[in-house]
């Protein structure tokens, strides 16, 4: 694209500036109405308002908008960058909206500090209209020359995503990190780690950046190479320490390698230097739990749910885990407290209703009581057993971290077949999240039985591979119909990801061969919603998207990306 082209763009743009509807996040009135006028001035006249995070939510809910713009000091202690994350976090916004913070000077550099997911630009007060104008259509811009690769991430077609994101390598070279980084990020998402790294080194033999050092550091990690990446990712820290995002790798890499305690230390670094941001504080309290450090797990735990209220990041397991952790140090009063907050502020929710049982019933248990504790286990068990119910037919989750509590009240109150059922279930369906792997090794662990817990997770394992195997092997054969059939089965036995997976890619396959069947082709959606429920990140995950898209389109469907 010559300059020339460049400027009838910018041109374009321009006039296309005035049809973009606008969300102003500031907690001051007054400030959303002078920034109202200042868009008036410009031409822009659909604009929305919001005086709080929580408004916020409610409107980007509600509408699909081309630009937010967002004060960087908001209500209850959060910031502009924080609600940044939490829009990209829970998928509230598409990549395609521009979002910009303002701020003071002095407030600037804060933001920088902590932008791990950057903005599209930040403004600096006092600003004119004029640079207001100019600010939104450089970002516009930007986000139209990168609009074919948001455009095929969002129908979930990776492949073609990645292609687009070769187009603007070559065609607009002002543009070309932007793109690499989607590249290499792909690349990754598909599991094609070798391709991954060769871009991520070429990135970094032109230009040094932390987010290429990281995606380097994140396919090291990928082929095994534990030490290389950690080396990376530790280096990262020490010449971009406000790259805050490589201590939660690094993190991660020191927990996989056994180290447990420089985990927590890398992780409570980082905290500490973005104590708004929630996420991470949850990390904290979960790697320190596993470490057995209960101080450290009830402070980060206790941050979480402070800083969360209002939040869509919000969930029953921060009570959950914070009770768990007073319990566990023996302070039966606390966790009953917290159970109570719970219940008060999770009003008429199930979940947290089964949280309060669970977590009272291992305070009874403590305290001696045990048929009083047995009691409020059976009911909990029921409980369960509807919210199972419940959250099957909304197409949802249950909290499984709370389910491993609830077994744990059932070993403690002596309900073992209880128990056993609940552990067994839920480890299969959740093996491939070593976390909550750990979670039901530590309950196993603080009931007196290790040795009970390794033997059985061990057998769900070896029954998982045998299920799983009889429906591979019959595709390998050429018995597609036979494949499926197989598959299917084994996610209405167990639904974990490695089955959902599979039965998805089973039906892609069959219908490649055979012909579109839209009842398959319905099943096939819903086990890959389910799977990227579990884990949107999953590289296998991404794979059979790519194949539905790749089949949707042999038989002119068109293809949507999954929720």
Known sequence: MNPLDNEEMLLVLQQTLTKKRVLIVDRHSPARDSMRLMLGAIGVTAV???????????????????????????????????????????????????????????GYTNVVALAELAPDDYLIKPFTADQLQARLIKAIYKKHVLRKIYEQIERGALVEAIAAADRVIQQQPVYM??????????????????????????????????????????????RGALDEAEELADQVTQDAPEYLSAYDFLASVHEAKGKLQAAQQVLQRAADASPHNTLRQRLVGDVAARNNDLSAAEKAYGKVIERNRGSSLRNV????????????????????KIASEMKREWRGDKQAELAALVTESLCLS??????????????????????????????????????????????????????????????????????????????????????????????????????????????????????????????????????????????????????????????AQDYLARAQRKDRKSPKVASAREMYVTVARKYGITSEAQE
């Open 177 to 222: 990190y932007d793109a690499l980084r989607f590249k290499g990020e792909l690349l990754h998402t598909l599991g094609r780690t070798a391709e991954a790294e060769e871009v991520f080194r070429r990135v970094l033999d032109g230009r040094v950046v932390p987010w290429a050092k990281m995606g380097l550091a994140v396919a090291l990690r990928d």
């Open 366 to 523: 403590q305290e001696g009581s045990p048929e009083k504790a047995q009691q409020l286990v059976s009911q909990a068990l029921e409980l369960q057993q509807e919210i199972a119910s419940d959250t099957a037919a909304r197409g949802e989750h249950a909290s499984q971290r709370l389910v491993v509590d609830l077994a744990h009240a059932c070993y403690a109150t002596g309900q073992t077949a209880a128990a056993q059922k609940i552990m067994r279930q839920v480890a299969a369906e959740n093996n491939e999240d070593p976390h909550l792997i750990d979670h039901i090794t530590q309950v196993f662990a603080k009931t007196g039985q290790p040795d009970a817990g390794k033997a059985l997770l061990d057998q769900v394992g070896r029954e998982i591979v045998d299920l799983n195997n009889k429906g591979v092997l019959a595709a390998r054969n050429g018995d597609f119909e036979g494949s499926v059939r197989l598959l299917i089965q084994a996610v209405e036995q167990v639904p974990n990801l490695q089955f959902l997976v599979n039965a998805a890619k089973a039906i892609y396959t069959l219908m490649d061969k055979k012909g579109w069947d839209p009842e398959l082709a319905a099943k």
């Open 317 to 336: 397991d921060d009570f959950a885990n914070l009770s768990r952790v007073l319990v566990e140090r023996g302070n039966v009063v606390a966790s009953r």
């Open 48 to 106: 929305h308002g919001a005086g709080n995070s929580a408004e916020v939510i409610r409107q980007v809910k509600a509408n699909r908008f081309d630009i937010i713009l967002s004060d960087f000091v908001l209500d209850d202690g959060r910031d502009g960058q924080q609600l940044l994350e939490e829009l990209r976090h829970a998928h509230l916004i598409p990549l395609s909206t521009v979002y910009l913070i303002i701020t003071s000077e002095r």
